[in-house]
């Protein structure tokens, strides 16, 4: 699959989540429990975000919000749901990772190149997950981004699996 192809399956997919992930739903899988990273050096908290357990692990989209409009996203789609490592990479085997700094403008998305993701906790009781990521995404254009430092605590998600 070319990175076009992914890139426009990912932006599909965000627009799905963000068309109904902005409501709160009887799971309480939208709350405000922050994710952080910096981005490209820079300091960057969600302010909502949506996590999805599904068929083959957790999909977790953070945004940051002004006012109403959403002004960037960061989408990762593990592969996998139980505590581990997991690698980053175009192949999408562990994971893949979007970034998208304006949402007005899609086309300026990063995706993920290399890095992992690390859940360190799935509580299945609970529906909470945690973890730390850290990758380098890329444009088409090969201007590259590091995200590092990145942590998620207690996310609660909804289990779209069964």
Known sequence: M??????????LGLLALLATGCKK??????????MTANIDGKAWTSTTRVTVKNNT???ITAQQISTTLVTSSLVININGSTPGKY????S???CLATYIPDVTNASDSFI???GSVELTEVNTSDKTISGTFSFK?????????DITNGTFTKMKYTDSSN
């Open 2 to 11: 070319g990175i076009n192809m992914k890139i426009g399956f990912l932006t």
């Open 25 to 34: 739903d009887d799971d309480d899988n939208v709350i405000l429990t922050k």
């Open 57 to 59: 692990g957790f999909v």
């Open 87 to 90: 690698e980053v990479g175009l």
């Open 92 to 94: 999408g085997k562990g």
């Open 112 to 114: 993920s190149a290399t």
């Open 137 to 145: 995404c890329a444009k088409l254009s090969l201007l590259a981004i």
